[in-house]
């Protein structure tokens, strides 16, 4: 069976993991929540929900990326995450709320019903916030369909 991490901090609104939980739940998905690095060997997938990005996570973010494992990121941490694995691609998409290009990172306007992946890096990516204390029914739609991507590429 699978199994996803969601590695969180303090900041992540309660409601956001959640709902993560309540689509893993759905999909008969194993998880953990934990606000300690993973070892990416230990699971099929990341959700990362951390509002502060920390250049020392680097190397667990590129653990997952060299196993070919999945990553799900929000609005925080997708342009940090695509700027680690960038030098591993010719470009990275990632979901943001206006269209433009940043050395290698071409970021794709995104409503929060939807998402973005990116192939090459296994990287999903949407703009919903990490800190959203209420969860809109737009919000829950995008967060169940990266959730199913997500469980269907681990």
Known sequence: MKKIVIWTDTKTSPAVIH???????????????QSTAPDAQQFQGCIYLKTDF???????????????????????GAQPIAEILREHS??????????KEIKNIEMIECPEDDFITDR???????????????????????LWLICKELVEMA
Request: hydrophobic share 30%.
């Open 19 to 33: 709902q993560f939980e309540h689509c893993l739940q759905k999909l008969n998905t194993l998880f953990t929540v």
């Open 54 to 76: 920390n250049k020392s996570e680097s190397s667990n973010i590129l653990q997952f990326f060299e196993q070919s494992k999945p990553i799900v990121t929000l609005q925080a």
């Open 90 to 99: 010719q470009l990275i998409s990632i979901a943001s709320n206006t269209h």
């Open 120 to 142: 090459y890096t296994k990287l999903l990516s949407t703009t919903i916030r990490e800190d959203k204390s209420e969860i809109t029914e737009s919000a829950k739609k995008g």
